[in-house]
């Protein structure tokens, strides 16, 4: 495990074997972060988030109370999670929270916000700069704002073609049945 001299970690953070925490990054109390990760430079981490195994958080990602990020996710830099759906700086409770969850494999690009109380589907992908306001399904590959469904993702990053019934992926060459 590797923590820079100026990563800020509070009470009651428990951080995986072998993942680095670099450069001005703050990790508030009582998040969970698994093994074999990656978090950049001043990156910003709130009560309570949950991150699997082998995950990368980019540089100066934000991300909120409520947020739960499965392994293998790539989060990619300056995204955001927000995670109350009327915000208002003189009515603030917990109970304004709404879940969101990132499912595994999942990434997510540069600059994106994504909307709280959604589900990314495994193996997603999310292009730069999108705004997410709805459920991404399982290999779906969306960008824009808002973010709208443009095709499907193969585990291996490459857009699947549709072939009769199923997808094929020009890539590894497998075929997805989704």
């Not at 990563?7 to 680095?20: P, Q, R």
């Not at 955001?80 to 999942?106: C, Q």
């Not at 999108?130 to 469904?149: E, F, H, M, Q």
Request: proline letters at 3%; charged letters at 25%; hydrophobic letters at 35%.
């Amino acid at each position: 495990m590797f923590i820079h001299k100026t990563a800020e970690i509070e009470e009651n953070v428990e951080i995986g074997k072998n993942t680095k925490i670099w450069h001005h990054v703050h990790i508030r109390e009582d998040v969970k972060i698994g093994k074999n990760c990656n978090i950049g430079k001043g990156a910003y981490i709130d009560r309570d988030v949950k991150i699997g195994d082998n995950c990368k958080i980019q540089n100066y990602a934000c991300i909120y109370k409520g947020v739960k990020i499965e392994e293998d996710v790539f989060i990619g830099p300056h995204v955001v999670f927000t995670n109350d759906l009327y915000p208002r700086s003189f009515i603030w409770e917990d109970t304004k929270i709404k879940n969101t969850i990132i499912r595994k494999g999942a990434s997510i690009g540069a600059n994106s916000t994504i909307i709280c109380g959604i589900i990314i589907g495994r193996y997603s992908m999310i292009g730069a700069g999108s705004v997410v306001t709805k459920d991404v399904p399982d290999r779906g590959l969306t960008y824009g704002n808002p973010a709208i469904l443009k095709g499907y993702i193969c585990e291996c990053g490459a857009k699947l073609i549709k072939k009769e019934n199923n997808y094929f992926c020009p890539k590894c060459k497998k075929e997805v049945i989704l």
